[in-house]
Each structure stands twice: as structure tokens, then as C-alpha cells.
Nanobody
Framework: QVHLVESGGGLVQPGGSLRLSCTAP????????IAWYRQSPGNQREWVALIGTSGLTNVAAALRGRFTISRDEAKNTVNLQMNNLGPEDTAAYYC????????WGQGTQVTVSS
């Protein structure tokens, strides 16, 4: 079954940056609005950002100014650039279509700690 593949997570110090990538098959990348989500222990999964096929973006209000979403047409990836990370950003990060219609992947873990 089709699903998206997340990568790029890791351990980063507070104030640092990470760039996550979501790789999608062309059948999805070319037609769907793709979104990033995150889930920290004990909390529900929350929406982070989305980007449409036209490049139109939206980022959760609390994350604007630190998180940026973009598309790489050559690689069929949706990237999430995260800057000035803090411990509150520690979570498993997932991507899916904006309507969450695909099976969830394994996600990529982001840990912000000194």
C-alpha cells in the first residue's frame, strides 16, 4: 500500500536546526496537498504545516517564523526546515496527505536536548 517516507530526524541541541524530508511517489506528489504532523509522548498527533501542488503553504501559527515547508519537484520530496528548535519540538514527525488518507509511516524522531 502506498505511504510516504519520512527522514532527516535526529538529536539536536536547543537552538539548532534540522531539515526533514518526506518522499512521495509521483502519483501522490503530483496531485496531493502534503502535510507534516508531529506527536510527542502522551499527546495527540498535531498538524505542523502543509503545502499544495501549487506551492501554497500554511504553517501552524505557533511555529511560524521557525518552521518552513517546501517542495523539491526534482526529488518528489516535501521538506520541513526547522530552526531555533527547543525541547518542546521533541516529537516523532510524520507526513501524510492533508486529508490523512494514506497509512501512517514510521515517522522520523526529532529530539532536542543538550
Amino acid at each position: 500500500q502506498v505511504h510516504l517516507v519520512e527522514s532527516g530526524g535526529g538529536l539536536v541541541q536547543p537552538g539548532g536546526s534540522l531539515r526533514l524530508s518526506c518522499t512521495a511517489p509521483e502519483s501522490i506528489f503530483g496531485r496531493a496537498t502534503i502535510a507534516w504532523y508531529r506527536q510527542s509522548p502522551g499527546n495527540q498527533r498535531e498538524w505542523v504545516a502543509l503545502i499544495g501542488t501549487s506551492g501554497l503553504t500554511n504553517v501552524a501559527a505557533a511555529l511560524r517564523g521557525r518552521f518552513t515547508i517546501s517542495r523539491d519537484e526534482a526529488k518528489n520530496t516535501v521538506n520541513l526546515q526547522m530552526n531555533n528548535l527547543g525541547p518542546e519540538d521533541t516529537a516523532a514527525y510524520y507526513c501524510n496527505t492533508a486529508d490523512e488518507s494514506l497509512p501512517w509511516g514510521q515517522g522520523t524522531q526529532v529530539t532536542v536536548s543538550s
